[in-house]
């Protein structure tokens, strides 16, 4: 039996506990300054609100000022927030880990410097960690296409664990290995989380096919509007590639689980794909975004860091100005509030430009 | 203004006669022996009955037995029936082809020899024309994600014009493109036609996520099967890159439009999805097939042919036993008519042996 503390109780780090407690694993749950009510459930009803679940019996649940207790002999530690926590989760990692403990993180998202060059969030999580402590612990990462509810529920889901140390991932994927909860492993740390900071973003896209019809009171039409999100689907497909080209990923990652496959199941619903269609209908980002007060859109803050690195890398010479012209149509909507005017031409390495292969 | 005739009038090939008309083509529409019906609508009411709309003014329908009238100084010849019809197709061009004439086609599949060699339908099609007509005539095709009603009602569509002449695919793509109707060009014709016939049957695959929620008695619940088709869909996009390496197609190729693109929206819906779906619901292909008595499956004929393919270059040592795993398990649903029972650890090479960029 090991014990796995999860600092943060979302929905996702929540549903992570079913295939620990169906391995007979010891899961303690900790609630951020922002769980209260869902730790008070958990510990009143054994349900978590999100989930709308009753959480495993071996799942255990703390407020954050118990957070010491409930990592006290921790041999596995989640960072279960989502990628606006991850600083705050970095600075109580550095009081709360042991040497010889395994972090793994659940965030999706990056971080840019002023000058645009772009960080992986497991990277930014450890380096909140002093760094003597931070090299006596291990770094990686839970990814693939995986909804919180479909795992606690125990729908087939494969997912990817990715980290630096190979040894590592294969001892964190036999603790979470069911029948249902299939697990690959890949060193590619930072292909594997650039693909989940990026499929957030291209998802946000997957919601304007609906918002069109919306828009052209089309909604109840026999003809859909999938042409258009298909080709959305292939060009962001496309920037994978030429996202594992400038930072470094490999160039296989983003066609398997990591990109496409979590791509796929993220633009089937879900908040960002909400707010795509409230712009597809028509509305601006900053009125679409005020019709959904309190909601977390992290695929919209993706798109503000990843879109707005772009031009900085352009002016450094880095990348060409015609690459990647989804995402930067994506971040003239969301990060400056145009109007949605898909540059269809400019796809594929432009429609009449089009070259061998190149479609 | 150019001549185009069409031979074959479902609704893909008179879908494409809205972007022609649109740019003032003359658009001729010629019934096959099963399309009879279709074209007594056409001529009586201007209607075309599968496609549920007006077709343009410009276009005017011919009986198989006005063929010759219709293929009159075209310019353009699209070969619009369906993959079961190409051998019959390439027959009639045989004595209706006149040297000059640019062949556009657009059936989605591929033939296979006894010994397992896998070949593009436009090769099959063309190859039923005398050696010296065919030479004296350009073969291309047009694939991409395109659903018929879609095109029709001017939905933005991207799609690749495949070929291996780029000028000839240049003015073919000229012709067709309009405002919405977005056309790229792709001279990796072995590419782009087998991501076109290997969708089909992927997508047949993506019916399953549905059917076993309904195979639970979950088709209401509010956690869907998602990361099921999402892990599908990672496999089946690893399986497009091995079968570009195994039949020369571009490495590319699949990552845009032609491969991952088109598999989106046939994932979306329509007949290989539902015989999926009622595969997915606990059914055996013969039983899913015979509740829809008479619909076209070729998404099923192209798992047949591909799969069944194999296990016979498997044995000439051309391809590992481990090679497409997903592929292999369709086969053995839809060709042995096997029980689906998905067999997740084979997949992204080995879910306990998986390695760096594997996922």
């Known amino acids: 039996m090991t014990t796995v503390s999860v600092l943060g109780s979302g929905i996702m780090a929540t549903a992570l506990a079913f295939p620990l407690s169906d391995n007979g694993h010891d899961v303690r749950l900790i609630g ?25 019996q071996a799942a255990s649940a703390f407020q ?25 989760a970095g600075e109580q990692l550095s009081s709360l880990l042991e040497p010889g403990m395994h972090v793994l993180s659940i965030a999706k998202g990056m971080e840019a410097t002023e000058g645009g060059d772009l960080r992986i969030l497991p990277e930014v999580l450890a380096g909140e960690v002093p ?36 040894g590592v991932l294969e001892e964190m994927s036999g603790l979470f290995r069911t029948p249902n909860y299939h697990v690959w492993t890949s060193t590619d740390f930072v292909g594997v989380e650039v693909c989940a900071a990026a499929k957030n973003c291209y998802a946000l896209g997957a919601g304007f096919m609906e918002g069109i019809l919306d828009r052209e009171n089309e909604s109840e039409s026999q003809y ?10 292939g060009q962001a497909t496309r920037e994978f590639g030429r996202f594992m080209e400038l930072l470094g990923g490999e160039s ?47 695929g919209a803050a993706a798109i503000e860091v990843i879109g707005g690195a772009l031009p900085k890398l352009t002016e450094r010479g880095i990348i060409g100005a015609e690459d990647f012209p989804l995402m930067r149509h994506l971040h003239a909507v969301v990060g400056a509030d145009e109007p949605l005017n898909m540059p269809w031409h400019t796809f594929f390495g432009g429609e009449e430009d089009s070259k061998a292969g190149k479609g």
Chains 1, 2 share one sequence.
Not at 145 to 157: H, K, L, Y
Not at 224 to 233: S, V
Not at 268 to 281: A, E, F, P, Q
Request: glycine share 14%.
């Open 252 to 298: 296989e990652t983003p066609y398997g689980l990591a990109g496409v496959g979590d791509m796929f199941v993220t633009s089937m619903g879900g908040r960002n794909v909400k707010v795509g269609r409230l712009i597809g209908s028509g509305l601006r980002f900053s009125e679409a975004r005020e019709r959904m007060p309190g909601v977390t859109l992290e």
């Open 131 to 166: 760094e003597g402590l931070r090299e006596q612990v291990s770094w990686s990462a839970i990814a693939g296409p995986s909804i919180a509810g479909e795992v606690a529920v125990r729908r087939d889901t494969c997912v990817v664990f990715a980290g630096r140390d190979a």
């Open 64 to 88: 954050l000022e118990e957070a010491e207790e409930a990592f006290d002999g921790a041999d596995v530690v989640m960072s279960g927030v989502n990628s606006f926590g991850v600083r705050w």
């Open 32 to 56: 951020t300054h922002l769980d209260r009510e869902i730790i008070d459930s958990i510990k009143e009803r054994g349900v978590h609100p999100g989930l709308d679940l009753e959480v495993p």
């Open 224 to 233: 859909r509007n999938y042409d258009y999100g298909a080709a959305l689907f």
